[in-house]
């Protein structure tokens, strides 16, 4: 659809950037924090570890006072389940509660949003050492850490996030590290997983709604559209299969309080239906998000699956994550996107696209909290000259802008990243934020913050709210 005039970005849209807690904080074990899951897990030893990462627990003033010289009017970051109850349970720890309240009021001391994460990938180790999320303890676990973050921060924090990315735990464990000795859950121990992930979401979020009266909660996940490879019904069949199960599965059960029928039906008639105790349907039904919160990068293309092991192959050369099931989908090709250095399709259209289609289907306002493009920025006579990562955001933006004419309802635009962070597969190599961290992989350096050309732009992007999109 071609318009003769784009309708405005809303008057107060959140023009943000963001960040993770393990990706950017370090400070590893300072503080009374304890190891997470990220801390213990098996990484790549070529690339950085997470200890130091890019110091921002040390920098946030110096970091949050550069999104605010950019013009940010949101910040999206995690906060460490480890910094606030060190055992993942019980006594809470007065320097995490302290560490965050300075992080939150400093960004109002800018007039910038605090968008915050509670659960990103970072489970404390210790619980995962009692069963993690295949124990629901866990469940329980997670509603206490959330009553503390809604009761200390309550006030001060409008934006929530429950936890990111539910689905890339599920359907690509190994993506964010691999358990020591290698060995990663079933899938059946996975579903049973999420849905415990699902019932400790749907009481964080019952209990922001009775704690926070002024809070908005959501899910945070990846979500994309999905192109059959041909007009072949198969294909379309295929597509739907892998958009069903990675994609609307994971955000009706928040919206709608029970799993899609499509993909229940996939998880019995394999045997991998998580064990549904009395009371877990009233948990998950009524916890109404407030608005969907997603990560969007790039989308995928989907042909019939031909029913043996040459449905299944890695994602961009990235064996971590595997895509494709025997007898319900595989990946192809699409030639009509490019792609970046990595391999990932670089598709503004299927943002409209799938914008769309989660506005269709769940009628709440999106919030973007990661979109961006990774590249191996170059440091020369002290610029950082990224045009690729401009052009990339600018494609987006008015793709955006495009669905918003759509009737897409957007609350605001929180890219990937903030400032460079560790990024879990390719360490300091591959890096995404508007401002340059200048340390290597092993190399710290001093760490110096230097604004990269995109910083700029997007400066003036914001303090134009986007009319030259």
């Known amino acids: 659809m071609r318009y003769s005039k784009l309708n405005d970005f809303p008057d107060h849209f959140l023009w943000g950037a963001s960040s993770s807690a393990y990706q950017a904080e370090g400070a590893w074990n300072e503080d009374g924090k304890s190891p997470s899951i990220i801390d213990m897990y098996e990484h790549p030893k070529e690339y950085a570890d997470f200890k130091t990462a890019s110091d921002h627990y040390h920098r946030y003033k110096e970091d949050i006072?550069?999104?605010?010289?950019?013009?940010?009017?949101?910040?999206?970051?995690?906060?460490?389940?480890?910094?606030?109850?060190?055992?993942?349970?019980?006594?809470?720890?007065?320097a995490g509660i302290a560490h965050y309240r300075d992080v939150i009021q400093e960004c109002r001391r800018y007039h910038i949003e605090p968008i915050v994460t509670m659960y990103h990938f970072d489970l404390p180790y210790c619980l995962e050492e009692k069963g993690g999320w295949s124990s629901r303890e866990t469940i329980d676990a997670f509603e206490a850490y959330a009553k503390v973050l809604f009761t200390h921060f309550g006030n001060d924090v409008t934006y929530w996030l429950t936890i990111n990315e539910q689905n890339t735990m599920i359907l690509h464990p190994g993506a964010i590290g691999l358990p020591k000795g290698g060995?990663?859950?079933?899938?059946?121990?996975?579903?049973?997983?999420?849905?415990?992930?699902?019932?400790?979401?749907?009481?964080?979020?019952?209990?922001?709604?009775?704690?926070?009266?002024?809070?908005?909660?959501?899910?945070?996940?990846?979500?994309?559209?999905?192109?059959?490879?041909?007009?072949?019904?198969?294909?379309?069949?295929?597509?739907?299969?892998?958009?069903?199960?990675?994609?609307?599965?994971?955000?009706?059960?928040?919206?709608?309080?029970?799993?899609?029928?499509?993909?229940?039906?996939?998880?019995?008639?394999?045997?991998?239906?998580?064990?549904?105790?009395?009371?877990?349907?009233?948990?998950?039904?009524?916890?109404?998000?407030?608005?969907?919160?997603?990560?969007?990068?790039?989308?995928?293309?989907?042909?019939?699956?031909?029913?043996?092991?040459?449905?299944?192959?890695?994602?961009?050369?990235?064996?971590q994550i595997m895509l494709g099931e025997e007898g319900v989908y595989r990946a192809a090709d699409n030639p009509f996107v490019s792609k970046t250095k990595y391999g990932w399709v670089i598709d503004p259209e299927g943002f409209r696209y799938t914008l769309r289609k989660v506005y269709e289907r769940y009628r709440l306002p999106i919030l973007i909290t990661e979109n961006g493009i990774g590249a191996p920025d170059r440091l020369e006579n002290g610029q950082i000259h990224d045009d690729y990562r401009i052009e990339f955001i600018r494609r987006h933006l008015h793709a955006?802008?495009?669905?918003?004419?759509?009737?897409?309802?957007?609350?605001?635009?929180?890219?990937?990243?903030?400032?460079?962070?560790?990024?879990?597969?390719?360490?300091?190599?591959?890096?995404?934020?508007?401002?340059?961290?200048?340390?290597?992989?092993?190399?710290?350096?001093?760490?110096?913050?230097?604004?990269?050309?995109?910083?700029?732009?997007?400066?003036?992007i914001i303090e134009e709210n986007g009319n030259s999109l």
């Open 183 to 319: 060995t990663l859950p079933s899938k059946k121990e996975l579903y049973q997983q999420n849905h415990h992930l699902m019932l400790a979401q749907a009481k964080a979020m019952k209990l922001c709604h009775k704690l926070c009266p002024r809070g908005k909660i959501g899910p945070a996940l990846n979500l994309t559209a999905m192109y059959p490879e041909t007009c072949n019904p198969s294909d379309s069949i295929a597509a739907h299969n892998w958009e069903v199960l990675r994609c609307w599965n994971f955000a009706d059960v928040p919206v709608f309080g029970w799993y899609h029928p499509l993909a229940w039906s996939y998880l019995v008639h394999r045997e991998m239906e998580p064990e549904i105790a009395p009371g877990d349907r009233e948990i998950l039904m009524g916890a109404d998000p407030d608005f969907i919160a997603m990560n969007y990068y790039s989308t995928a293309t989907i042909a019939a699956s031909r029913g043996d092991s040459t449905d299944v192959s890695a994602r961009a050369g990235d064996q």
């Open 65 to 94: 006072r550069l999104f605010a010289e950019m013009g940010l009017k949101a910040y999206r970051f995690s906060i460490a389940w480890t910094r606030i109850i060190p055992d993942g349970t019980g006594e809470i720890n007065p």
């Open 400 to 460: 955006m802008r495009l669905a918003i004419t759509d009737g897409v309802e957007m609350l605001g635009y929180c890219p990937w990243a903030a400032l460079d962070v560790v990024s879990t597969h390719q360490g300091y190599q591959k890096r995404y934020g508007f401002i340059y961290v200048d340390r290597d992989e092993f190399d710290l350096k001093e760490m110096k913050r230097i604004k990269k050309d995109s910083f700029f732009w997007y400066q003036k």
